[in-house]
């Protein structure tokens, strides 16, 4: 059954960082885009970067210069960086993947707290 399960979420203070793993389960092919979402209570989930197969990357406005995505395509994973982090940040974090067939994946999510 094909997975993407996240990791690395949690409570940070203001200013703080934290660092979001994802891991596809073999059985994903030919993926294209991986990146991350995310949801508060009543809103839209939103996006939040994506990185191609090619390492071209697109960040929300909101991250740009404290987030940084990468991923390793031998592993299938990709991380999420998050420095600076804002309460406006705290949200649930979904994993994203997207194949060359539009075959779209979602992972569970994980809580991301910014709070002192």
């Known amino acids: 059954q094909v997975q993407l399960v996240e990791s690395g979420g949690g409570l940070v203070q203001p200013g703080g960082s934290l660092r979001l793993s994802c891991a596809a389960s073999a059985g994903i092919f030919n993926i294209q885009v991986m990146g991350w979402y995310r949801q508060t209570p009543g809103k839209e989930r939103e996006l939040v970067a994506l990185?191609?197969?090619?390492?071209?990357?697109n960040y929300a406005g909101s991250v740009k210069g404290r987030f940084t995505i990468s991923r390793d395509n031998a592993k299938i994973t990709v991380a999420l960086q998050m420095n600076s982090l804002k309460p406006e940040d705290a949200a649930v974090y979904y994993c994203y993947v997207r194949t060359s067939q539009a075959n779209v994946y979602w992972g569970r999510g994980t809580q991301v707290t910014v709070s002192s």
């Open positions: 990185i191609s197969s090619g390492g071209y990357t």
